[in-house]
């Protein structure tokens, strides 16, 4: 069926079945990189919603850590960056970035009952 569909692309007119297994080889690779990148489109929607979702999630953190009062917010940095410390990161590579990051993971594992 193929061949025939394809005939054009194999010059026209078919004389001979000794090219059927070059000609299956070619269809299968077509139809395998159909698959691949309908496969790759996949994992691009699926790493776009995981993307999504850590958004949402560092936002609702972020939210939990601004209703924080002062005090508990510093001790959250503090916290932060003594942990920093202990993973044997020097004080000059600790920038607002990663130290914001740390915090964050701290409002998750002490507030995780209010993330719903």
Same mark, same amino acid.
């Given at each position: 069926?193929?061949?025939?569909?394809? @005939? +054009?692309?194999? $010059? *026209? =007119? &078919?004389?001979?079945? *000794? /090219?059927?297994? @070059?000609? &299956? $080889?070619?269809?299968? !690779?077509?139809?395998?990189?159909i698959? =691949?990148r309908?496969?790759?489109?996949?994992?691009?929607? !699926?790493?776009?919603?995981?993307?999504?979702?850590?958004? @949402?999630?560092r936002?609702? %953190?972020?939210? &939990?850590?601004?209703?924080?009062?002062? *005090?508990?917010r510093?001790?959250?940095?503090? @916290?932060?960056? !003594?942990?920093?410390?202990q993973? $044997? &990161? =020097?004080?000059?590579? /600790?920038? +607002?970035?990663?130290?914001?990051?740390?915090?964050?993971? %701290?409002? !998750?594992e002490?507030?995780?009952?209010? /993330?719903?």
């Open positions: 069926m193929w061949i025939l569909r394809n @005939k +054009d692309q194999l $010059g *026209g =007119k &078919i004389y001979s079945l *000794g /090219l059927l297994p @070059k000609v &299956i $080889g070619q269809a299968l !690779e077509g139809k395998g990189s698959r =691949k309908e496969e790759r489109a996949q994992e691009v929607r !699926e790493i776009g919603l995981d993307s999504a979702q850590d958004e @949402k999630r936002r609702r %953190l972020t939210e &939990i850590y601004d209703a924080l009062s002062a *005090g508990n510093e001790a959250l940095t503090a @916290k932060a960056q !003594e942990k920093l410390r993973q $044997g &990161i =020097k004080p000059e590579f /600790l920038l +607002d970035a990663l130290v914001r990051a740390e915090v964050l993971r %701290l409002v !998750e002490e507030y995780r009952g209010t /993330l719903g």
